[in-house]
């Protein structure tokens, strides 16, 4: 029987450790959801390994094994663990892969976001800051982001906000990290509107809500989401990363058999 593909996760890389560390955890969930799935983790900057370095690996071990070994993966998944689909999924990503070793056949999957798992993960860090269901009317939310240079990315995390608006809450406000914490809003040529977190937060208040909560859209702890936390310092409570929530190891399980039910490669899984 055919092995099935390796599971590759992509992830930025940081130089601040939180970062790696808090991914690998999610891998090592991954794993543990699916046992029998091989899962590996490589990063695109300052982190080991490398993407080239795990794929440079397990073309080694194609090449041990020989064409006729039926235990070895050829078929390689990259997931990438980005929650939007900017410069480095469009980009940077494909341009590795397309460089891999020719023992080997890759398939990107979609990026983690969006996906309703990720705003069931979002809502579950906010109650594990503090917050009830029941809080939700009179709490103003600052959906806060990396941000990047890219207008329809910016858009998605924009209308992640509209939606949010709609479940309850007594107003949600984008912020990205990026911008400095008291930029107020911009449009774009993509009709995105962001702001800095400090901003969001004043603007929260002014309009009455009794509290202000700001949930962190963003995977893994770095310098980014302290920018975040400076900026919120006069929010009333600032949830955790997405991290390794149940709903994003769902998400990356969800993308790997997406990209496995394509022509290309078979899906194995239990």
Known sequence: MPVQPVLLAVAHGSRDPRHAKTLRALAGRVRARRPGLRVEIAFLDFDVPSVQGVLTALASEVRRAGPGEARVAREVVAVPLLLSRAF???ADIPALLRQSPPELRIEQAAVLGPAPPLSRALERRLYE???T???KSSTGLV???????????????AEIAREWRRTGWCAVRPAFASLPADEPPAVGGSGAVGAGTAWAVRRLRALGCARVAVACYVLAPGFLTDRI???AARADLVAPVLGDA?????TVLHRFDQA????????FAP
């Not at 207008?151 to 995390?157: D, F, L, R, T």
């Not at 149940?246 to 769902?250: A, K, M, N, S």
């Open 260 to 267: 496995c039910s394509r022509p290309r490669v078979t899906a």
């Open 129 to 131: 800051a503090g917050l």
């Open 143 to 157: 959906l806060a982001s990396a941000g990047t240079s890219d207008p329809e990315a910016n858009a998605v995390i």
């Open 88 to 90: 480095h999924a469009r």
């Open 133 to 135: 269901p029941g809080d």
């Open 246 to 250: 149940p709903e994003v190891v769902e």
């Open 229 to 231: 936390a400076r900026g």
